[in-house]
């Protein structure tokens, strides 16, 4: 059974700093990676999805890597804004289905 | 595209009702998914549509539980004889194609649900 751990569970920053989320998960056999953001009470807006063969994708300010044999991800967020507060969730994409990691909770004060 | 929409946001209920939630796809989706999720904890996969077919159910989705996709169009969720522990947020998605190597999955903005 695929587990997905995220670390840290909370993260506190000053605005302007550069960052990194960490995912990992138990089974290397993926579809692909994604993840999200989640504002407290909203649904989940996808932010990068990273295909099983590829090493990494990037949007903007957002990085997001993949290291399939360490069953690894890092989201690395450039710049931090007061914007940028909310939970991001790692999701680990299985044929049919996603299972999520409990999520990083951030705080970007400024 | 107005995105994956879901209604109601909101339910309150005695424990013992039922309930049914409905989900509007993006349009042309063919992947439908319902997941749950409670405070503090990542969403959890319920079951998933192929067009009007159901092909896979969670073991979390008791015999309580029913999810329709009629047409291949939109999807209803529907809890029977609630109790406390379905008190959740319960998200809808989908994705287009039939694989899901390089498919986006989009959410919709959740049904509370309550059980009092």
């Known amino acids: 059974k695929q587990e997905v751990t995220q670390i840290p569970a909370a993260l506190s920053v000053p605005e302007g700093e550069n960052l990194v989320l960490n995912c990992s998960f138990t089974?290397?056999?993926?579809?692909?990676l994604q993840w999200f953001r989640q504002d407290p009470g909203k649904g989940l807006t996808s932010l990068l999805l990273?295909?099983?063969?590829?090493r990494e994708q990037t949007s903007g300010r957002l990085n997001a890597s993949l290291d399939k044999s360490s069953g690894r991800s890092t989201l690395y967020i450039a710049a931090s804004q007061p914007g940028d507060s909310a939970t991001y969730l790692c999701?680990?994409?299985?044929?049919?289905?996603?299972?999520f990691g409990k999520g990083t909770m951030l705080l970007v004060s400024p | 595209d107005t995105g994956v929409s879901q209604d109601p946001r909101h339910k309150i209920t005695k424990r013992g009702q039922n309930v049914t939630f409905r989900c509007d796809p993006i349009?042309?989706?063919?992947?439908l998914y319902w997941y749950r999720q409670t405070l503090g904890q990542g969403p959890e996969f319920l079951t998933y549509?192929?067009?009007?077919?159901?092909?896979?159910k969670s073991r979390l989705l008791s015999d309580r539980f029913s999810a329709e996709r009629p047409k291949g169009s939109f999807s209803t969720l529907e809890i029977q004889r609630t109790e406390q522990g379905d008190s959740a947020m319960y998200l809808c998605?989908?994705?287009?194609?039939?694989?899901?190597?390089?498919?986006?999955?989009?959410f919709g903005e959740g049904s509370w649900l309550t059980v009092v």
């Open positions: 990273i295909q099983s063969s590829q």
């Open positions: 549509f192929q067009n009007e077919a159901q092909l896979e």
């Open positions: 349009s042309e989706h063919n992947r």
């Open positions: 999701a680990v994409g299985g044929y049919s289905t996603l299972t």
């Open positions: 998605a989908s994705s287009p194609g039939t694989d899901s190597f390089g498919n986006t999955i989009y």
């Open positions: 089974d290397s056999a993926i579809y692909n």
